[in-house]
Nanobody, 123 residues
Framework: HVQLVESGGGLVQPGGSLKLSCAVS????????MNWYRQAPGKEREFVSG???????TYADSVKGRFTISQDKAKTTMYLQMNSLQPEDTAMYFC??????????????????WGQGTQVTVS
């Protein structure tokens, strides 16, 4: 069972920075895309950034140039460095481990894992 625990959220002024962490444990045999999502009140959960199973990095247009995703070599921790934060970045930020792109195993295609979220408030 994959376990994801986010930390590092908090209150920051516009223009400030925060670094989020996601501690990962319990990987199965699947290859995982590791992603950050966020959800603001009244809005749908949206993709922020991700590192796919081939180490390719993607950013949402809204955070490109401001946020940086990374992970340690053991892939036990994923980070999201957030700079130049704006009020519209205020949201609950979720860590996601997504094995659905692992075409080797049908079982992987049915799994998706989420952390509990960490609140980021820019005000």
């Amino acid at each position: 069972h994959v376990q994801l625990v986010e930390s590092g959220g908090g209150l920051v002024q516009p223009g400030g920075s925060l670094k989020l962490s996601c501690a990962v444990s319990g990987y199965t045999y699947c290859y995982y895309d590791m992603n950050w999502y966020r959800q603001a009140p009244g809005k749908e959960r949206e993709f922020v950034s991700g590192i796919d199973k081939d180490s390719m990095i993607t950013y949402a247009d809204s955070v490109k140039g401001r946020f940086t995703i990374s992970q340690d070599k053991a892939k036990t921790t994923m980070y999201l460095q957030m700079n130049s934060l704006q009020p519209e970045d205020t949201a609950m930020y979720f860590c996601n481990a997504d094995p659905r792109s692992d075409s080797r195993w049908n079982a992987c295609r049915t799994q998706n894992y989420w952390g509990q979220g960490t609140q980021v408030t820019v005000s």
